[in-house]
């Protein structure tokens, strides 16, 4: 009987690159992370940005339809018909947009907005902030149509 050959020896293991280049491979994925980083926080303050000048556009003059309240917190007196002018507030806006303006107001984020205008609330200070973004914007108008072109 033949004796089957001996199998090939084993490729030896790659030689380990020297400590510089993985020191520098590792500085360049560090610079590479802390751009992409940097990037990426840049695109997250412009991304807010655009929202709160949109927000404060779309809101403009919401404070003028506040209504006073007359009677101590109750559900009667929490519901948002009772805290805003909502009719006087959409005939207030654009005729050609009034169908975002309805959708917008029949939303939980938009009644917990005009609760916490409305009340004292530990938001107080975001919401002086939001007031002062509004008046910024009081003189332009808002346009509603989007660009979807990515």
């Known amino acids: 009987m ?4 001996p199998p090939p020896p084993l490729p030896s293991p790659p030689l380990r690159p020297s400590t510089s280049t993985e020191e520098a ?24 940005e655009a929202f709160l000048r949109f927000m404060s556009g779309v809101l403009r003059g919401y404070r003028g339809f506040l209504l006073p309240i007359t009677q101590a917190p109750s559900d009667t007196t929490t519901d948002c018909s009772s805290l805003f002018n909502l009719q006087g507030f959409l ?11 309805i959708q917008m107001t029949r939303t939980q984020m938009f009644t917990q907005f005009i609760e ?9 200070v975001c919401l002086e902030f939001f007031d ?8 332009g108008g808002v346009t509603l ?4 072109n990515i």
Do not use: M, W
């Open 2 to 5: 033949h004796s089957a050959p």
């Open 25 to 48: 491979t590792l500085e360049f994925l560090l610079t590479d992370y802390d751009q992409i980083y940097r990037r990426q926080k840049q695109l997250e303050l412009e991304i807010q």
């Open 91 to 101: 005939k207030s806006r654009d005729r050609t947009q009034q169908k975002f303006y």
């Open 116 to 124: 916490e205008c409305s009340f004292v609330s530990d938001r107080h």
């Open 132 to 139: 002062e973004c509004v008046q910024k914007v009081r003189g």
């Open 145 to 148: 149509t989007l660009n979807f």
